[in-house]
């Protein structure tokens, strides 16, 4: 039986979350496996790219990072943020490419979020079961922390099987012409040095 869209993305996001975690380094280099242009590859850099900034908000959490590493820190996490904007974005592009050619019914509907901003929620979670599943099974956690653990993965488990149901839903009825895409650029202004006034007045 052929693999679902969110099945795809669900073994991609949980390879990618496995190899970064071999070295466990925000200055790991990424290996992409899969060829250039094609989807997956863009699957897996987006998830190494949230996989990367997870790191990056445990390590700024830190109570004793010295003032000079955090701002390096957030600099880090600042591009970071610019680049996962960018590739849901091209991953947006991807499916309006693919769907082009669909009509949309007399009464389609718009969606609340694009395909891509769902892939996103859905690469994040990956993130979120792998690392409490990883505090439900802590040898050195109490008892009462592994209960507790345990009781959130069991939902975000959950939360991940009807966030995929509903990705596959969208993408059925956006190639069936029940719904369309309309895409909306981010237009972040505090990373342009023409919209944010600190960079283009040069004033603090």
Request: glycine share 2%; with cysteine; aromatic share 8%.
């Amino acid at each position: 039986m052929e693999q679902t869209f969110t099945e795809r993305c669900n073994h991609i996001f949980n390879q990618v979350i496995r190899d970064y975690h071999l070295t466990d380094s925000v200055d790991s280099q990424i290996q992409n496996p899969y060829k250039r242009g094609t989807i997956e590859y863009s699957l897996y850099l987006k998830c190494w790219i949230d996989t990367v900034q997870w790191h990056y908000e445990d390590i700024i959490r830190d109570p004793h990072i010295s003032a000079e590493e955090a701002l390096l820190l957030k600099r880090r996490i600042d591009r970071s943020n610019q680049d996962r904007t960018d590739l849901v974005e091209e991953i947006d592009s991807y499916f309006r490419q693919l769907y082009s050619d669909v009509k949309p019914l007399p009464d389609a509907r718009i969606n609340t979020e694009s395909p891509a901003w769902a892939v996103d929620r859905l690469s994040i979670l990956a993130l979120k079961i792998y690392h409490m599943r990883e505090q439900a099974e802590r040898s050195d956690a109490t008892d009462e922390h592994r209960r507790k653990c345990a009781a959130r993965l069991a939902v975000l488990l959950e939360q991940q099987k009807d966030l995929s149901a509903a990705i596959d839903q969208l993408l059925e009825d956006i190639r069936e012409g029940r719904k369309y895409m309309k895409v909306y650029r981010q237009m972040k202004m505090y990373n342009d040095p023409t919209t944010n006034p600190v960079l283009y007045k040069g004033k603090r």
